[in-house]
């Protein structure tokens, strides 16, 4: 039960004797508090208890409600009227957690249970027989987890919180009680009960509360006072009353020990009216009273400490009214009192701190200048006296006192010289003084204003046999002879001496170990030689500054010289052995973050041990091997500051002044024990929204909406030590995979993250800066927008609108680099990926060499033209996969856009097994490709290049490759060529046409010529055929067998078609209106490219009703080739196309695979026989066979026959033995220009009129 003022009892106060009391020293304490106000976040100052959950949260009450603690911020729970949100009333009675995490709270008006997900349900007494018998609850104990045993102003109460059945526990009638304020279980059988009437006990065999009696009765008497806390520790029952002081009950025999105020008592208390116990893990039992604040007894030693309220300290408990006490897992002792709340940390157990205090036995001040240690005594310089410290006796002896004259009085350091017999000197403002340090008794004063130094102010004293050595500001050093009472020496004194002109103030003067004199100055730090009477300068900082302060300085055992600085950290100067001048300067802390750079003292002790301190640091270093030991919990007091050059040791002790008195830290202790500090995520606001701890903990990971992509985490060590000194970091895998260390801030801001998975992780230290053993997660992810489905979706819609069939995939942050890198068809290296693999291979500074290949596949746009992208992207799946299955384990693959292809191949190119996967791959691609339920021939073209051979960048290799790539295409395709140089200068050629060729196309730059169709009947002309001719401005007339493949290459193919085919209607639209086109056409040659991927049918119609002509004037020409591969699409077109009234033949008929089928299908009016056969009728008999099948297919299909490729007569001769139809060939006449064509259709040609004559005669 945490204590509560309206339960006090009036009693009468006892008086003891100060002499047997063992209060915390008047002049020092161990026992350093932290404390906690309402300047702290606290809602109010009046704190009733803490509680600690298992999660490491402090729970702290008040007469405001309960506040979680994190170390930083207080979130705070209260009674709110009308509300269900809060509890159910202000005044919280005790805490308790079960083994669920549920907080169960009593207050003095109900029952609260917080749960995990933050809601809070209520218990009150109703008319409902089951409610809680009372509202009234004092506290509560959870013994299982179907059981919590209640005390409340009514009794004992017994609830099941499974059932949430109450049942008030029978009392025995010997026992008259009513409240209960305290409970104990000792075992399963055994409930301890302290009540308002004294001691009872349940036990299962009994059932009823019983009161318990020692068999002595004036114990028993005792024992029946009100009993506000019961503790069970290692078999023995503490009981703590109010008015009766404090029993131990041994629980084997029951044997009872009394403690109180009596100076009969084994431990004399400083109050009978106790409040609260702890026992903390040193075995310390810790007392809280109602008035007198705290005493700590030491149940090993049988011993009792006394602490108060200290209003000189601010390390002293807030307050002498104690309600509750309590220890967490860090071993942390709580103090909650009317003013606050205080805590005490066992790490600062080896450290004591003499300060003033209010009775005028402690310091005269708490500024301590310096200090020294002489016969066990401790001589203290503060700025208004000089103090002798018996650590034994824990006694200050006021030696000098100038508190009433501090205007016109100063001390500023004392000194010790050892010898026979130490004296104890003091430095002042106006001279220095001697003291026995016996007796305490100044020996001798030493007025210095006649000498020559400034006012006779000396600010340190080194005694060196009968002279001393006095540190002065503006005069430097001078060496006073003791025998002749004069400066006999003086140094650092002329007035352009460099330390007279800055002004320096000596902090510390000391002797080396060879006689040398040391000062620490405002301007770095002096070495005087005063045998050779030289003087070394030692600067610091950036170029020698002469503005780093020295503040304080010590040797060790191998002459080095330790440097305090303010601004540069601890320094290290060695000096020359003979010179003595200084070697260049060491700065051991100053690339250290955790290290102040403001260093106030440095002490050497012994075995190469150094201790120094910062402003409010105290840290260790090995003088050998440099290593820094921090130890960051000996202070934590607000307001610390150590004071410069104030340190001095006696044994394993160190002495350090500071603005709060003398700090005392035993050496031989560790101050750095592990403690794995629970880490928590104690908020997260995630678009202004707070999550519940129970979503926060919960261990699933949360899915939030796009618009909620802006995060706050909130988060805390709970280590409470030194809370500002725990430290953190972070990573948010997903966003960022690395740690984040951000210091001792205890939030972290996330804004505008984009949609995936991210998991945040988290870990922090405790107050040494030990980092915690686990880290602690909070998995989330953040959804795509509704937006982005919809434009995933009409790009599914717009995809299948062209034939592509995409599978769409959600993009994650993780898969940018496989859309960035790789072919989303094949799967393969993409161009960037690939140039990144062949970059970083030529730039191996190994060299190794290697083979490129650039792969381009035959064909490909005929596949993607006559039977669609689907089909082409197939084709192009099936080729990656034969060469990801025959390439290397090492070799790089990938698709480089089209139907390109590069691999790299490790080996060099002369290599047989390099050359055998060159042929294999070759071979493979050279396979079928079942396509759609088609067999699609295939076949690449294969450029090679080696490495280093053929370039040493990957932009010439490509090129070269490319280049070798185009020559095995020119060569017949299905083949593969090795670069060589001359290759470039064909490329350029190629190039270069292709250029010509564009603009010829678009300054009008090329012809169309007409090789007449010639009547095997002798009747003459009987149509065209349109051909396209170019004479190039440079290189003359250009073969078509040149251009054309050039422009099929490229797109170029179309724009050609275009123009020949209005031209052609141009033409013949002049010669049909002049009446010279009777039962004649003009032929244009239709590429496959135009026919299929070409809106043929608009064009036509378009220039046929331009010109006004019928379609019997114009004839198509289609190879049988490009036909044969796309028969249905084809037989669509031609369909459409013969509604115009044209003419369909079909062009070099025999070199595909012929057959009925299609010929029977297809709207043709012609069949052209193709240059080959005609060119071996003479000689094969074969072609004989095959002409006749032809002439009479054609003739069953009612198909005229076009003999194309005529040269001679004698072939002229057999045709007309298969009564051909029309003949068109250079033995009557090749293509000739539009005037000439012209001629031959008036009859005016008669060149062309003799031909027909000589060849009729012949036949």
């Not at 009214?321 to 790490?347: I, K």
Request: hydrophobic letters at 40%; one cysteine or more; charged letters at 20%.
């Amino acid at each position: 039960m945490f204590r509560c003022q309206g339960w006090n009892t009036l009693f009468a106060a006892l008086l003891m004797l100060f002499c047997s009391l063992s209060f915390a020293n008047p002049i020092s304490t161990k026992y350093r508090f932290s404390t906690l106000t309402a300047s702290h976040g606290l809602p109010s100052v009046e704190v009733l208890g803490i509680y600690q959950q298992k999660s490491g949260y402090i729970w702290i009450a008040t007469d405001s409600g309960i506040s979680r603690y994190d170390g930083k911020h207080f979130k705070t729970l209260s009674y709110t009227h009308g509300s269900s949100k809060g509890l159910t009333n202000n005044f919280v009675t005790s805490m308790v957690e079960d083994s669920q995490g549920n907080l169960w709270v009593t207050t003095e008006d109900g029952l609260n249970k917080i749960q995990l997900n933050g809601h809070i349900k209520h218990f009150l007494h109703s008319e409902d027989p089951d409610s809680i018998p009372t509202n009234w609850l004092l506290n509560a104990l959870v013994v299982r987890p179907d059981k919590i045993w209640i005390g409340s102003g009514n009794g004992l109460i017994d609830f099941n919180p499974v059932t949430e059945q109450f049942t008030s526990m029978p009392v025995d009638d010997k026992f008259n009680m009513s409240m209960v304020m305290s409970l104990a279980q000792q075992n399963d059988n055994t409930l301890w009960v302290g009540t308002s009437e004294g001691l009872g006990y349940l036990s299962e065999d009994n059932g009823k509360v019983q009161p318990f009696f020692s068999g002595d009765e004036q114990l028993d008497k005792l024992l029946s006072r009100p009993v506000y806390k019961l503790l069970i520790h290692q078999n023995t029952l503490w009981v703590a009353t109010e008015g009766a002081g404090l029993f131990a009950i041994d629980l084997n025999n029951h044997k009872v020990t009394h403690y109180s105020t009596d100076t009969s008592s084994p431990l004399i208390l400083a109050e009978n009216k106790i409040s609260s116990l702890v026992v903390d893990r040193y075995q310390r039992l810790w007392l809280g009273y109602f008035n007198k604040g705290i005493s700590v007894i030491d149940l090993n030693k049988n011993s009792i400490m006394h602490l108060q309220h200290d209003a000189y300290s601010d390390a002293s408990i807030p307050g002498n009214q104690v309600n509750h006490l309590a220890v967490d897992s860090s071993d942390l002792v709580w103090v909650s009192t009317h003013n606050g709340v205080a805590f005490y940390s066992p790490v600062k157990e080896g450290t004591t701190l003499y300060y003033k205090t209010l009775n005028n036995k402690g310091l005269v001040s708490n500024n301590v200048w310096g200090s020294e240690v002489s016969n066990g005594n401790i001589w203290v310089a503060t700025d208004m006296s000089l103090e002798r410290i018996d650590p034994s006796q824990q006694t200050v002896t006021h030696i000098i006192d100038y508190k009433n004259d501090s205007d016109t009085q100063q001390i500023w350091n004392v000194s010790v010289h050892r010898g026979k017999q130490d004296s104890i000197w003091v430095a002042q403002n106006d001279g220095i003084s001697q003291i026995n340090p016996s007796t305490g008794e100044i020996v001798q004063t030493y007025s210095l204003k006649n000498e020559p130094i400034q006012d006779g102010e000396v600010y340190d004293i080194v005694q060196d046999g009968d002279y001393l050595w006095l540190a002065n500001r503006y005069t430097g050093l001078s060496q006073y002879s003791l025998i002749e009472k004069r400066v006999v020496k003086r140094f650092l004194y002329q007035d352009n001496d460099p330390y007279v002109m800055a002004g320096n103030f000596p902090y510390q003067l000391v002797q080396a170990k060879n006689g040398d004199l040391l000062i620490a100055a405002s301007n770095g730090m002096y070495r005087v030689d005063p045998i050779r009477e030289k003087i070394f300068h030692v600067h610091l900082g950036d170029n020698g500054s002469q503005t780093i302060r020295v503040n304080s300085i010590t040797e060790d055992d191998t002459g080095a010289v330790w440097i305090a600085t303010q601004g540069m950290g601890l320094v290290k100067v060695t000096f020359d052995a003979k010179t003595h001048e200084p070697n260049e300067p060491s700065y051991i802390t100053l690339a250290d973050p955790e290290i102040d750079t403001r260093i106030k003292n440095v002490y050497y002790t012994q075995h190469n041990q150094l201790w120094f301190t910062t402003v409010n640091q105290v840290g260790s270093i090995d003088t050998q091997n440099h290593k820094l030991t921090v130890y960051s919990n000996i202070i934590n007091m607000p307001n610390w500051q150590f004071l410069e050059a104030s340190i001095s040791a006696m044994g394993q002790a160190l002495y350090i002044g500071s603005n709060k008195g003398l700090l005392k830290i035993d050496t031989t202790r560790d101050y750095n024990e592990f403690f794995d500090a629970p880490v928590v995520i104690t908020d997260i606001e995630v678009s202004n929204k707070i999550l519940t701890s129970q979503v926060i903990n919960q261990g699933e990971r949360i899915d939030f909406e796009s618009d909620q992509n802006a995060l706050r985490f909130s988060f805390a060590a709970l280590d409470y030590t030194a809370p500002t000194k725990n430290r953190y970091r972070y990573k948010l895998n997903g966003y960022d995979d690395n740690w984040q260390d951000i210091g001792n801030r205890t939030e972290v801001y996330f804004t505008n993250l984009p949609p995936g998975n991210y998991d945040f992780q988290l870990q922090g230290t405790n107050s040494n800066g030990d980092w915690s053993v686990s880290s602690v997660e909070f998995a989330f992810k953040i959804n795509n927008p509704w937006w982005l489905y919809v434009f995933y979706l009409l790009i599914l819609i717009t995809t299948i609108s062209i034939g592509w069939i995409i599978f769409v995939r959600q993009l994650r942050i993780k898969e940018l680099n496989q859309l960035a890198n790789y072919d989303q068809l094949t799967g393969l290296a993409n161009r960037r990926l690939f140039n990144h693999y062949l970059t970083s291979m030529v730039d191996d500074p190994n060299k190794k060499p290697f083979v490129l290949l650039y792969l381009d596949l035959d064909h490909f746009k005929q596949v993607n033209d006559l039977w669609g992208h689907n089909a082409g992207d197939e084709l192009l799946l099936m080729a990656a996969e034969r060469l990801n299955e025959n390439k290397g384990s090492e070799d790089k693959l990938a698709r480089l856009g089209g139907d390109e292809f590069a691999l790299i191949i490790n080996g060099d190119v002369n290599n047989q097994q390099v050359k055998a996967k060159i042929s294999r791959i070759s071979t493979k691609l050279s396979s079928g490709y079942h396509i759609n339920k088609r067999w699609v021939k295939g076949s690449a073209s294969i450029g090679i290049t080696a490495f280093p051979r053929d370039g040493l960048d990957s932009i010439t290799l490509l090129k070269n490759a490319d280049t070798a790539m185009y020559e095995a295409k020119k060569g017949g395709r299905n083949r593969f060529h090795v670069y060589n140089p001359e290759l470039s200068q064909r490329v350029t050629s190629r190039i270069n046409m292709e250029a010509r060729l564009r603009h010829a196309l678009n300054h009008g730059l090329l012809d169309l010529y007409f090789q007449p169709k010639v009547q095997c009947n002798g009747r003459g002309v009987c149509g065209f055929e349109a051909l396209l001719r170019w004479n190039d401005a440079e290189n003359g007339w250009i073969s078509p067998a040149e251009f054309i493949p050039l422009a099929e290459e490229s797109d170029l193919i179309l724009k050609l078609g275009e123009w020949v085919t209005i031209n052609a209607c141009q033409k013949a639209a002049e010669w049909y209106h002049r009446g010279l086109l009777k039962n004649s056409s003009v032929a244009i040659n239709v590429s496959a490219p135009q026919l299929f991927r070409s809106d043929m049918f608009k064009l036509l119609r378009t220039q046929l009703d331009k010109y006004d002509i019928p379609g019997n004037c114009i004839e198509l020409e289609i190879t049988e080739t490009s036909l044969l591969e796309h028969v249905k699409q084809a037989r669509q077109i031609l369909t459409e196309l013969k509604t115009l009234g044209i003419s369909i033949s079909l062009d070099d008929f025999g070199t595909g695979f012929s057959s009925l089928n299609y010929l029977t299908t297809l709207p043709i009016d012609v069949l052209k026989v193709d240059k080959s056969f005609i060119d071996t009728i003479l000689t094969d008999n074969k072609t004989a066979v095959m002409l006749k099948n032809i002439f009479n297919l054609a003739r069953e299909l009612n198909m005229k026959v076009v003999a194309e490729g005529v040269e001679s007569a004698d072939q002229f001769q057999e045709l007309l033995v298969f009564n051909c139809d029309l003949v068109q060939g250079f033995l009557f006449s090749p293509a000739v220009n539009a005037h000439r064509a012209e001629q031959m259709l008036l009859g005016h040609d008669d060149q062309l009129r003799l031909q027909i004559r000589q060849v009729m005669q012949i036949s």
